[in-house]
């Protein structure tokens, strides 16, 4: 059954649907959702920014851990007949969909903090077409989405429930904060010692390490922020866009100029996703003060 969707799609592509379906699975990939978050949490609402961040943060160490648990080769690496396209962009195993669960954790959250059902729909649509869109280029079997999307929609209602029940309690947000970067820790060095000794491919970790990287960084760099210089988002519309522009090409060069600076490696890429997410959380703040582009609390 699985076969014969994947043949379907490639069997009626266009160039048309090639171009269209490769813009609609870049709703999915890292540039977007940091414009996303970045604008919220720096300009629209602090405590929303921040879960809208966690949720997603978790929602994809969640995805990191399954697949490195399933062990899944995807479409295009297992059927000669189907041809990958993006496969940038699917590297590593392939249960569930990265793609998938991270757009509908971050449009379905997105859509629970504005609370209306038209938002809501719009959600749903968005990430279902990501999801086909990772079937049609080949690098996603249909059970994935499938699955990518009920996870999405299970750890959005949960933690946007959780997350906004304990917010408001500091030092209880906070341990949550730390004890999860150690459960995450602990359960990722289970798993790497597991993936290295039966089926010795460390690689299938970085982009995992990638994600708890930028979710220390931001996470501590929140708790830093909360304690030492809360900021307000509160501005005229010319300050924000300002701050934005500043804070997310800051984030741009941190992002790619350090990736040229450093040394390819797991580590080092590590330490520049963990110098995004405290840059993010904490570094724009910290300097935008010094440049009055954020009051204080």
């Keep these: 059954m699985q076969e014969t969707i994947l043949q379907y799609f490639q069997d009626n592509a266009t160039p048309f649907l090639d171009s269209f ?12 959702i940091i414009i996303l978050i970045t604008w ?21 160490i969640v995805n990191g851990f399954l697949k490195n648990i399933f062990h899944t080769e995807r479409p295009y690496q297992k059927l000669d007949s189907i041809e990958g396209k993006r496969i940038q962009t ?4 392939s249960f569930p969909s990265g793609h998938t669960q991270g757009s509908t954790t971050l449009f379905v959250t997105l859509a629970l903090i504005l609370k209306k059902n038209i938002y809501m729909v719009i959600a749903i649509l968005l990430s279902l077409l990501v999801a086909v869109s990772r079937v049609y ?15 999405g929609i299970i750890i959005s209602f949960v933690l946007y429930w959780y997350l906004n029940k304990i917010y408001d309690n500091k ?26 000794v039966y089926f010795n491919n460390e690689y299938d970790f970085g982009d995992s390490i990638k994600i708890l990287a930028i979710a220390t960084g931001s996470f501590l760099g929140f708790i830093l922020e909360e304690r030492k210089f809360p900021f307000l988002v509160e501005n005229k519309i010319s300050i924000k866009i300002i701050r934005f522009i500043f804070g997310f090409f ?18 080092f890429n590590a330490i520049r996703y963990f110098i995004v997410g405290f840059w993010i959380s904490a570094g724009l703040p910290f300097f935008g003060f010094k440049m009055y582009l954020f009051k204080k609390e």
Excluded: C
């Design 40 to 60: 919220i949490y720096w300009n629209v609402s602090k405590k929303n920014g921040f879960i809208l961040t966690f949720t997603f943060i978790i929602s994809s």
């Design 137 to 151: 280029l080949g690098v996603h079997w249909p059970v994935d989405v499938i699955f990518g999307f009920i996870f």
């Design 21 to 32: 379906f490769n813009y609609a699975t870049m709703l999915g990939e890292q540039y977007y």
């Design 171 to 196: 030092p209880l947000f906070y341990r949550v904060l730390v004890y999860f970067l150690l459960s995450a820790y602990s359960i990722y060095i289970i798993l790497l010692l597991i993936n290295s």
């Design 90 to 93: 699917g590297s590593g195993y």
């Design 250 to 267: 800051v984030t741009i060069v941190f992002l790619l100029g350090l990736k040229y600076l450093f040394p390819e490696g797991i580590i």
